[in-house]
Structures are given as structure tokens and as C-alpha cells.
């Protein structure tokens, strides 16, 4: 082939290509540009929607509010009898304001407003009623009459757009009949349009639809009307993009529209990176096609056409001596290179052949499988070196014997795979086979056949899988353990989840009767409700501590860092225990060490796990003591010790901590109330930190319980080097 036909072949490939490329790029830049615009209209979406929720919020806490007045013994009893504490109470300006409210209207069962107040929240002046307001109650559009009966939205009045709320009046736990209905207020106004902006990060106008709207809200609101009346994403011009959607009245018709304004940083910003770069890449591809093309001439075209003719030269002297020569270390020298050793290779491929066969052999006999094939008549024709050692032979006493008769795990491989039937159907057999010492062999037997497809033999490859077996037993056995143990988990879960309604229920009502709410009770029997209040309490903690310890052992408690001041959180658990220390004249001292000022954190986690230690000092003091509470800084650690001057736990039982539900011993369970979980959550969650617990304790000579946390929260596993010497880590 001559040069020019190769060269002119790569000039059109190269254009070919520029133009594929300009075409994908000019598709690729259309395409982002839309994409772009998707981008634009759906962060425009969401911004409108957060204006929405903010409008929804505040109807929906409007709404809330005349529900919480509504249903209120206090107000049933106004409504009948106007008394004049109820108004000096609660319906002063500042009540109204305060809860941001423009009006209240107080409409008895009959339909008559029996009392109203209207105020301007900005100065908290009385104000007239509007006149339009009025009108509605008079014809009932604002009156409930079922106690489920609740009206909502926004009502056009003369004064401007307002937030109604109306709610059928009951007693305070909900009951009927409806004594009348409640109304709340609130007017759309600027002040409450400028909070919707400042809370958005938005540019809002508002108009409402019976008064003239501008062109622009006018074309907008017919276009939305056209679909469904759904939020309108239209761009205003390059810099600004608008979203439009409408608030309804009580009557679910249209009664105001709004606009929000954004820039359009996402589309322009966009818009001009895709042009830059659909510009660079059409100056790039143009270069790179004219250096390639330069490059395709000079480094191969040319080489090819001397390859080209010598190939011609030697086929048409038939001189098999001659050898092509060609410069740079590439494939075209490579390909020369080749060409050159192709009558040695012929030698060298004859003589590998021969040294696969040798490998083969080696890499068969390094197998730690045995490896057997024998031939149609059951004989063995070959063994690799552990089958060999596992029959305790050698390679030429084994060749020809039958398989029937081999010593160790052949003869009942013979027996297990039924040959016979696989020499006849020609079909691979496999299986595991216990021998009768007791070990696991996974044997597979695949026919071999040649080029007519006749079968010659059969491999029969045997894996000792003993230990395989038994490993998948022990993970099993896991497993079930394992699954076990987060049954349990869960089952603790629920079942304290389920206990503590009606606890709650319990030490709620019992509360009540002590505080004599429904009633007077005599001495004993505020006793006896005393009793049942501090047992339920008492039996909430346990269930509470009982969750903690399922959703630790289960993997769901999480943690929630937060920065907290040590020394101010140390002493509000100092202040939580105060009263029963001072009851047992026991004193608490604590000392922080100046290089410490805060650390990070579960803020709560960290109370609890204190509060269990410090409870505990106090418990198992004696009157008259010291508790002493010590912080210091460890490294990157703080370490927290709370130390007691107690009765201490003698050496025998010092193993029963941080055990769930274990205590010192029976005698100490009675005197001392609880439930034997507290320092094994301690434990967990000092853990779950990345931290570490420790004790010391002698009988008749206190204890100590110290706990380390990372002072910037969880970096890794604390090793047990940091234990001090003498002391026992939980």
C-alpha cells in the first residue's frame, strides 16, 4: 500500500473524529444547559416550599392555640357566665400579644358573641373588630357546631388578609357538648410578611386576587391556573427567577398570590463555565487532531511502508537470512523483532512444550490434594505425590493397581462414587465421605475424554476437609449464640418499652392523689399513695436501665457529642445528690485540675455514668464521711475518680461488678436498695466513649472508681497498658 493512501486514510479518520467530537460536545453543552434549568427550577421548588411551610407553620400554630384555649374548663365556664376574673386573667393586651395573636371572639352555643377583643400587636392598643368579621359570625360561615368541627385558613376582610382559626369550645379533656365556638386571629400584614422574608432568606410580594395585581402576577396566576393551580417556576429575566403559588380561604377558594424572588447564581454560573469549556474543548480537539495526524505520518506510516516492503522483498527472494531492522523500542520494533526470531521460535516452542509437562508434573505433586487418575479397567494410571505418601507407595508399585484394592480412603472413594456409573454415563460425580478414622474427604471424580469424545480416564481429586468442618460447626454454634443473644436483647427491648406506659400512668395518677388534686386523703392514705409513687419510680429506673443495657447489647444505643464545661456539669450532679448526702452527713468534695475546662461528649451519658458512681459512694458510706470526686487530664484523656471512705467490697466479691443484675451479696441487696444494673451500663457506656474503668476497693476501707473519656471525643481502643499498676480495669 503506497504512503499517500495510508495518510490521506488517517487525515479522514482524524476529521471524522473532530467531528464526532464537536457533535457530542455541542450535544453535551445543550444538554447541561437543560440540565441547568432542571437544577434552577428545582431549587426554585424548594425555596417556594419553604415559603410554604413557614406560611403553614404559622397557620398551623394559630390553629394549635384556639385548640389549647378552646378546650379549657375556664373558658366554658366564661362563655356561660362572661365573669370578669376570667377577662382581668387572661384576655389582657399583652396575652394577646404575647401569643401573637391580632383578635379573640368568644361565640356562646346559641351563635352569639358573648365577648371579643381586637388589639394591634405592634403597640398592643385595643382596636375595633372588623365589621366583616362580625358579618361572618353572624351567618354562621365562622361557627362550629359537632366537637370535631374545626375551621381554618385565610379570610379577605376590608382591614386586609387574615389567619382564622375556629374551634368548638369543650372542657378541658375534650368532652362536649360544644358550649360555642372559639375564633383566634391573625392579620397577613407587612410585619408578618417581613418575618416569612427574614426566615426564608426570601424576596416576597403578596396580592390578593380581588383587588388589581400587577401584569406579571396576572400572567402568572392565569398560567398557573392552567395546571392545577401548582407551584409556577418562571425566570424573570438573566439575573432573577420567580416562584408563584396561592394561599386559599376558609372556602378553599384562591384568596391571595405569592411571589418569591431568587437570583439565578446556579444557572449563570453554570451557563458560562459550559461555554468556556465547550470552547476550550473545540480548540483542544482541532490541535490534538492536527498533532496526531503530523505524528501518525511521521512515526508510523512511515515505519509500516518499510515494513511492507520488506515483507515483499523476502517473499519474493525467498532469502529467509535477511532481517528488518527499525529504530525507537516500540510495537513496530517489537513487530520487527519478531519477525526476526520467528524460525527460532519454532525450536523454543518444542522445547517448552516439554517443560510444561515437567511443571505440570511439579505442580500436581506440591498440591496438597490427592490426586489420582485411573484408567476405564479402575486401574491407576497416576498419583501426585500426596496420594502417593497417603497409600504408602511408591509411583511405579501403584501404577496398574486396581482401585478396589488400594490401601487408605481410595477403595471407599470406589465405593462412594459408583466408577462404574460414571465411566457409563460419563458424568462428573462428587460428595463428601466420612472415613472410618473418623475424617471428612470431599472427593470429586471428573471423566476425561479425547478428541472424539471417548473417555480415557477418570481424575479423582480427595481434599481432606476436617478441620474445614468442624470450623463451620463452631461458626454455626455461633451464630446461634449469637442470634440468641440479640433475642434476648430485643425481647428486654420491647418488653420495657411495654412497661413503661403504664408505669408512667401509675406514678402520673399516684402523683395526682398525693398532691390531693381530685380530693383530701387522709394520713394513711397519702402514705399508702406515697408507697405506690416511690416503688413506681423506683421501678421505672430499673426498666429504664434495663432498655439502656438491651439497646447497648444490641447495637442501637447511639451517642449524641456535644462541648460541655467538666467542672459546671460535675457540680450540677453534686447539687442532684446534695439532699441525700446531707440526710447521711456525708460530704462531697470535688477538685478539678486547672488544665481542664471542657470536654466533648453525651452530655446526658456522661451524667448518668457519674451519677450512678456517686450515688453509689454516698450509699456505702458510712454517716459522717467523705466523698471526694477528682478530675485530671491524662494525655489526650480525662480521667474522673470518685473515691469513698465506705464500707468498701472484700476481695470474693469484687468479681460480681459490672455484672447486669448483680450485687455484692444478698445481705447488701436488702440494706442497700437496687437493681444490679447500674454499673454495668456505667461500663457500656464509658466504653461506647472510647474509654476505660477501673476500681480499688479494700473491705472496711472504701473504694475507688475512676473512668477515662476522650477529652475531643472517640479516637480508637484504649489498650490495657493504661491501667494503673494495682488496679482492675472493668
Not at 388589581?212 to 427567577?241: G, H, N, Q, W
Not at 489420582?372 to 501426585?384: E, S
Not at 471424580?445 to 463452631?474: H, M, Q, Y
Request: charged share 25%; net charge negative.
Amino acid at each position: 500500500m503506497p504512503r499517500t493512501d495510508i495518510s490521506k486514510k488517517v487525515l479522514i479518520i482524524t476529521l471524522l473524529i473532530f467531528a464526532v467530537l464537536t457533535a457530542a460536545f455541542t450535544f453535551t453543552h445543550n444538554m447541561q444547559l437543560s440540565n441547568f434549568l432542571e437544577l434552577e427550577a428545582g431549587d426554585t421548588l424548594e425555596n417556594v416550599e419553604r415559603v410554604q411551610n413557614a406560611v403553614a407553620t404559622k397557620q398551623g400554630y394559630l390553629d394549635y392555640s384556639v385548640r389549647d384555649w378552646a378546650c379549657w374548663d375556664d373558658t366554658c365556664q366564661f362563655v356561660k357566665d362572661q365573669n370578669q376574673e376570667y377577662i382581668d386573667v387572661d384576655l389582657q393586651n399583652e396575652t394577646l400579644a404575647g401569643i401573637d395573636v391580632n383578635l379573640m371572639l368568644f361565640v356562646n352555643g346559641s351563635g352569639t358573641l358573648v365577648y371579643a377583643k381586637s388589639i394591634d400587636i405592634e403597640t398592643e392598643e385595643e382596636v375595633p373588630v372588623p365589621a366583616g368579621l362580625l358579618e361572618l359570625i353572624e351567618d354562621g360561615t365562622l361557627l362550629t357546631e359537632e366537637e370535631d368541627d374545626e375551621i381554618s385558613g385565610l379570610i379577605l376582610l376590608d382591614e386586609g388578609p387574615m389567619f382564622i382559626a375556629c374551634h368548638p369550645i369543650l372542657t378541658t379533656k375534650y368532652e362536649g357538648p360544644v358550649r360555642g365556638t372559639l375564633i383566634f386571629g391573625r392579620y397577613f400584614d407587612s410585619g408578618l410578611l417581613e418575618s416569612f422574608k427574614e426566615l426564608t432568606c426570601s424576596s416576597l410580594l403578596m396580592y390578593r386576587v380581588d383587588e388589581e395585581m400587577p401584569p406579571d402576577f396576572v400572567s402568572e396566576y392565569s398560567k398557573a391556573t392552567e395546571v392545577s393551580r401548582r407551584i409556577m417556576v418562571e425566570p424573570l429575566s438573566e439575573e432573577r427567577v420567580a416562584g408563584y403559588f396561592e394561599l386559599n380561604d376558609i372556602a378553599g377558594e384562591p384568596a391571595l398570590i405569592i411571589r418569591a424572588d431568587f437570583p439565578r447564581d446556579l444557572y449563570s454560573h453554570g451557563k458560562k463555565t459550559l461555554d468556556y469549556m465547550y470552547f476550550f474543548l473545540l480548540l483542544t480537539g482541532l490541535l490534538t487532531g492536527v498533532g496526531v495526524k503530523l505524528a501518525l505520518d511521521r512515526l508510523f506510516v512511515s515505519r509500516l511502508t518499510d515494513i511492507d516492503d520488506f515483507v515483499t522483498r523476502v517473499r519474493a527472494e525467498k532469502d529467509l537470512s535477511k532481517r528488518l531492522e527499525l529504530k525507537d523500542n516500540d510495537e513496530l520494533f517489537r513487530l520487527s523483532r519478531e519477525i526476526n526470531g520467528m524460525l527460532n521460535e519454532i525450536d523454543l516452542t518444542e522445547q517448552e512444550l516439554k517443560v510444561q509437562e515437567r511443571e505440570k508434573k511439579v505442580i500436581l505433586d506440591s498440591l496438597n490434594e490427592l490426586v489420582v487418575f485411573v484408567d476405564p479397567a479402575l486401574k491407576i494410571i497416576w498419583a501426585n505425590k500426596a496420594a502417593l505418601e497417603h497409600m504408602g507407595m511408591e509411583l511405579k508399585e501403584a501404577v496398574g493397581l486396581s482401585q478396589r484394592v488400594a490401601p487408605g480412603v481410595s477403595s471407599q472413594a470406589f465405593e462412594y462414587l459408583h466408577l462404574e456409573e460414571a465411566f457409563a454415563r460419563s458424568k462428573k460425580k462428587s460428595g463428601e465421605l466420612s472415613a472410618v478414622d473418623g475424617t471428612v474427604w470431599s472427593i470429586q471424580a471428573v471423566p476425561v475424554t479425547d478428541d472424539a469424545g471417548k473417555i480415557i480416564g477418570i481424575l479423582e481429586t480427595w481434599r481432606d476437609v476436617t478441620e474445614s468442618k468442624k470450623a463451620e460447626k463452631l461458626f454455626q454454634e455461633k451464630q446461634i449464640a449469637e442470634a440468641a443473644s440479640r433475642t434476648k436483647s430485643e425481647f428486654l427491648a420491647n418488653m420495657s418499652h411495654e412497661l413503661r406506659t403504664p408505669l408512667n400512668s401509675i406514678i402520673g395518677f399516684s402523683g395526682l392523689l398525693c398532691e390531693q388534686s381530685f380530693g383530701e386523703l387522709n394520713e394513711k392514705q397519702l402514705k399508702s399513695m406515697g408507697n405506690i409513687s416511690k416503688s413506681g419510680k423506683h421501678l421505672l429506673s430499673l426498666i429504664n436501665d434495663i432498655l439502656d443495657l438491651s439497646k447497648v447489647e444490641a447495637g442501637k444505643m447511639e451517642l449524641k457529642y456535644s462541648e460541655f464545661e467538666l467542672a459546671a456539669k460535675l457540680n450540677s450532679v453534686k447539687s442532684l445528690l446534695s439532699p441525700i448526702a446531707s440526710w447521711r452527713k456525708i460530704e462531697i468534695k470535688i477538685h478539678v485540675d486547672s488544665g481542664i475546662t471542657s470536654i466533648f461528649a453525651d452530655e446526658a451519658r456522661f451524667v448518668q455514668v457519674l451519677y450512678n458512681l456517686l450515688d453509689n459512694a454516698i450509699k456505702f458510706s458510712n454517716e459522717n464521711g467523705l466523698v471526694k470526686v477528682e478530675a485530671k487530664r491524662k494525655g489526650d484523656m480525662v480521667e474522673i475518680a470518685v473515691i469513698d471512705t465506705g464500707i468498701g467490697i472484700e476481695e470474693k466479691d469484687q468479681s460480681k461488678l459490672f455484672k447486669p443484675f448483680s450485687q455484692v451479696d444478698p445481705f447488701t441487696s436488702k440494706k442497700f436498695q437496687g437493681t444490679g444494673l447500674g454499673l454495668s451500663l456505667v461500663k457500656q457506656i464509658v466504653q461506647l466513649h472510647g474509654g476505660y474503668i477501673w476500681f480499688r476497693s479494700r473491705a472496711g476501707a472504701g473504694s475507688t472508681f475512676a473512668f477515662t473519656l476522650p477529652i475531643n471525643g472517640k479516637k480508637g481502643a484504649v489498650t490495657g497498658d493504661e491501667v494503673g499498676k494495682g488496679d482492675k480495669e472493668a
